[in-house]
């Protein structure tokens, strides 16, 4: 069959059927396709369903409805809502949900007390305050965030975003414990170390070496930051609290120097 018979509007729902990628692929095949692989129709079947609700609880009072496609890409780009505390974004890709849940949004271990932490502004980061170690003898750091928010039936990771301060001590004595559980579901467990232990520290200069395994080491990101993958679950269709965790299992050794963004939740390509 010739496409280019078909109506305009005709040619928008199937390319609507399909995905952000296919729909720019699209829009090379003729003017006609671009016209139609353009429409608001297509992009505003790609953006979230509660895209609306999304903007208004955002900083960003610049993203406009007029043209869905340029929404569509606006929201590809980290935005602040809920009061700067949380971050949002379009993966470009598929156009699933991701969230960063701010040092603010998660629970950390007596991080009220600037005994053993201080809250402060890095040039870096995407909030107003990121949490820096001053000096703790036991770790545990908790995020939690409902499937409801999340694209559906799609396959998450979750990773704490850190770094290591130039002055930091006691991170690579003993390994700790992640864990990521939805609803009743315990999940499984990993261990990772926030920096490598002396004796691997030998074979690299990297400090966010990533050994060949996959195990849970610190990896560098493009922003300037490095993460930790806490685990992975499926967000089905439902309405279930999902817990990430990192906590110590054995504790009592000092420790500091270790600076959090907070919790990042994107999905996971195959």
């Known amino acids: 069959m010739d496409f280019s018979l078909l109506p305009e509007d005709c040619v928008s729902k199937i390319i609507s059927l399909t995905s952000p990628l296919d729909a720019c692929r699209s829009s090379l095949v003729s003017a006609a396709f671009r016209s139609a ?10 953006l979230p369903s509660d895209y609306r609700d999304l903007v208004s609880r955002s900083k960003a009072p610049n993203l406009k409805f007029c043209l869905m496609k340029e929404l569509y890409f606006g929201l590809c780009e980290s935005i602040l809502i809920d009061g700067g505390n949380k971050s949002f974004k379009l993966d470009k890709l598929s156009g699933k949900k991701c969230y960063v849940l701010s040092a603010r949004e998660i629970s950390i271990t ?3 007390d600037p005994m053993y932490w201080i809250w402060k502004p890095v040039p870096e980061s995407r909030f107003s305050k990121v949490a820096v170690l001053r ?7 908790q995020g939690k965030i409902r499937t409801k928010t999340l694209s559906t039936n799609t396959t998450y990771g ?5 770094q290591i301060s130039q002055s930091a001590y006691g991170l690579d004595s003993m390994p700790l414990e992640t864990q990521v559980k939805v609803g009743n579901n315990h999940g499984s467990t990993n261990t990772t170390h926030l920096r490598l232990p002396n004796t691997e520290k030998q074979h690299t200069d990297d400090p966010f070496y990533t050994d060949e395994g996959g195990g849970r080491v610190p990896r560098e990101r493009d922003d300037g930051w490095a993460e930790i993958e806490l685990g992975e679950f499926f967000s089905g269709d439902g309405d279930e609290e999902v817990e990430m965790s990192l906590r110590e299992v054995k504790g009592y050794q000092l420790k500091g120097g270790l600076v959090v963004e907070g919790i990042e939740v994107r999905p996971k390509h195959q």
């Open 37 to 46: 692989a353009d429409s608001n129709e297509v992009w505003e079947r790609f």
């Open 110 to 112: 007596w991080s009220s």
């Open 158 to 162: 979750a990773y704490l975003i850190m």
């Open 135 to 141: 000096t703790i003898w036991w770790l545990e750091i």
